[in-house]
Structure formats: structure tokens, C-alpha cells
């Protein structure tokens, strides 16, 4: 029998501009799983927070990834997963990628480490499937490898790892509307027109930039998405507005976390990510809309153990 403890980390999609191909982890918020690998051929999920998951594991992210890991090497095991620490689904942080990337991580230990880094993220974003019916990499990849992912490509999967620089801190807020990823995805147009394909390609290529190069004031003027987020910010109450009390508090960006409905506000001190955080509070507040912010540092560190034994 062998066990691993794993930690994936909390991760924001998109950072604006880059939709499906640019996530950000953050720091010590994420998903804690154990797994137990015996001899045998099965799965059982067991879920110890007072989060609510579908009993059915057909329903659980964590099972596509699991088999897709064992039929990847050619193997079969009894494998018991059980959930310790879970991010609340639809919280705009990454939920279902930090379980996925937790389990395809903590399998690819167990098993000696046969997978490569981009291969455990293939197989963490069978997961990612399963919850938003899309192969899309921008939160399993920085929950599996940490810091700034750029997605180059995805036929095959190309990933970039950017180190943050310096104190990036954001603050999201999850307002309690209901923006199911499936549904955020749908209203998507299936067509952009060249010269919004344009604008985005700037803003893209000026946000790796700002980053690889350190330039704050360019990190900040790229994270603007005019593709998904003039469709997306329907959802969110007084998005607009909400958007230039953050700037004007400092904020390098403020976008829409992922696919929502939560926001993050990108700052490069921890003061300026306290003062949107409470500004986006008293906005949802002022709306009758309930919702939790948080504060945290955007961070290198990716899914890790956190015990073994064997
Ligand atoms: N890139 C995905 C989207 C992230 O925006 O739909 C989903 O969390």
C-alpha cells in the first residue's frame, strides 16, 4: 500500500486578455486530498469537508483524472482518494482545477513520477472537462506548476511558466450569483471580428511582456479582455463601475475571475489588494448581493506534497 498528501493550489483563469490560455496560482488557499494506492482495480472518493460534492464519483472531476492517469501508464490499482481541505466549486478560484491537479499530481508521485510536468497537467484538465465541458488548461496548469502560465498551445499542450515578479497580490470577491462555467462559456460568440482579434493580441503579447520584463504600469494597461468579458460582466452588478473605483484605488487591473461570476483586482502591494478587496465588498453589500473576499498573494509554488508514507 502507498499514500501520498497532496496540496494544489487556488488558481485565477484568464488574467483578462488571455481567455484559456493564461492562469495565475495563488498562495495557500487550494484543495488538500490523500490517496491510497493498493492492489485491485477500483476508486472511491471520500469527501471529509462540509463542502457539498455530488455523491455519485461519476460526478467527481477527481475520477476521469484518476483513470485517464492509470490507463495513460498501462496500469490498474484499487485507489481510495480521499478529500481533506476542498475550495468551495463556483467560487471563482479554480475549485475543480485544484482538485484535478491534486489528483494528477499525487498519482503521478505514487507512481514514481512517470508523467512529465505538462503531461500531469493533460491529464488534470480531463478533470477540467468534466466541470465546464472544455479541455482548457488556465487553471490546471498553475495548479499543478505554480506561478504564471502562459498556454502557447494546446495541440499539442505548450505551456510557458512565468515566476511572478515581485509582491503580486489579488483580491477576489465571489458574489453569490449563480454563472455556471458551462453557461459563461455558451454565450461566447464563435466569431471575433479582426480588428477586436487585434486589440487582443496586443493586450496579450503587452501582458507577457509586462511580466518577463517586471513593467507594472504594462502588466496593468494589458489585462483588458475584449472578447469574453463584454458578454461575461452582463452577469455581474455594476461591473463598470465597480471597475473604476478599484482603479482608482490603486488597482493595476480588475477583470472577472475565470469565467465568474467573481472579480479579482490585480495590485502590487498588499495595502492597494485590502483597499479593493473592501471596495468590492461594500459594492455587492450595497447591491444586496452576499459574497466573501479574499486577499492573497500570487505564488510560484504549485501541487506539492505535503506528506508520504509508504
Ligand atoms: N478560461 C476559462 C473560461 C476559465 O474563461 O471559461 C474557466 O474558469
Known amino acids: 500500500m502507498r499514500k501520498v498528501r497532496v496540496f494544489a493550489p ?5 488574467m483578462g486578455c488571455g481567455f484559456d490560455i493564461i492562469g495565475l496560482a495563488l498562495d495557500e488557499v487550494g484543495d488538500i486530498i490523500e490517496i491510497v494506492q493498493s492492489e485491485g482495480d477500483g476508486l472511491t472518493i471520500t469527501n471529509k469537508t462540509d463542502v457539498p460534492l455530488p455523491d455519485d464519483i461519476e460526478k467527481n472531476v477527481i475520477t476521469p483524472v ?10 490498474k ?5 480521499t478529500i481533506c481541505e476542498k475550495i468551495y466549486p463556483g467560487s471563482g478560484i479554480g475549485s475543480s482545477a485544484a482538485s484535478s491537479a491534486a489528483a494528477a499530481y499525487g498519482m503521478n508521485e505514487l ?5 512529465t510536468e505538462e503531461e500531469v497537467v493533460e491529464v488534470a484538465m480531463e478533470g477540467e472537462n468534466l466541470a465546464s465541458g472544455g479541455y482548457h488548461a488556465d487553471n490546471a496548469a498553475p495548479a499543478v506548476m505554480g506561478g504564471i502560465i502562459l498556454i502557447r498551445g494546446y ?18 470577491i465571489h458574489p453569490r450569483i449563480v454563472v455556471t462555467t458551462k453557461e459563461a462559456r455558451e454565450i461566447l460568440p464563435k466569431q471575433v471580428p479582426l480588428h477586436t482579434a487585434i486589440t487582443q ?20 494597461r494589458s489585462m483588458k479582455d475584449v472578447i469574453a468579458e463584454p458578454y461575461r460582466k452582463q452577469f455581474i452588478p455594476g461591473f463598470d463601475e465597480l471597475r473604476e473605483k478599484v482603479l482608482a484605488a490603486g488597482a493595476l487591473a480588475m477583470n472577472i475571475s475565470g469565467s465568474g461570476p467573481s472579480v479579482f483586482a490585480l495590485c502590487n502591494h498588499k495595502d492597494k489588494a485590502d483597499a479593493a478587496g473592501k471596495i468590492m465588498g461594500e459594492h455587492f453589500d450595497a447591491l ?23
Not at 507512481?111 to 508523467?115: R, V
Open 66 to 75: 484518476v483513470r485517464t492517469f492509470l490507463k495513460r501508464i498501462g496500469k
Open 77 to 81: 490499482a484499487q485507489i481510495d482518494v
Open 201 to 220: 493580441w496586443g493586450n496579450v503579447g503587452g501582458l507577457v511582456a509586462g511580466l518577463f520584463t517586471s513593467d507594472i504600469e504594462l502588466v496593468g
Open 111 to 115: 507512481y514514481g513520477c512517470p508523467l
Open 155 to 172: 495541440e499539442p499542450l505548450d505551456v510557458v511558466k512565468i515566476s511572478v515578479p515581485g509582491n503580486f497580490y489579488c483580491a477576489v
Open 288 to 310: 444586496g448581493i452576499k459574497n466573501e473576499v479574499y486577499v492573497v498573494k500570487v505564488s510560484n509554488k504549485g501541487a506539492k506534497l505535503t506528506r508520504v508514507s509508504i
Open 10 to 14: 487556488a488558481s485565477i483563469a484568464n
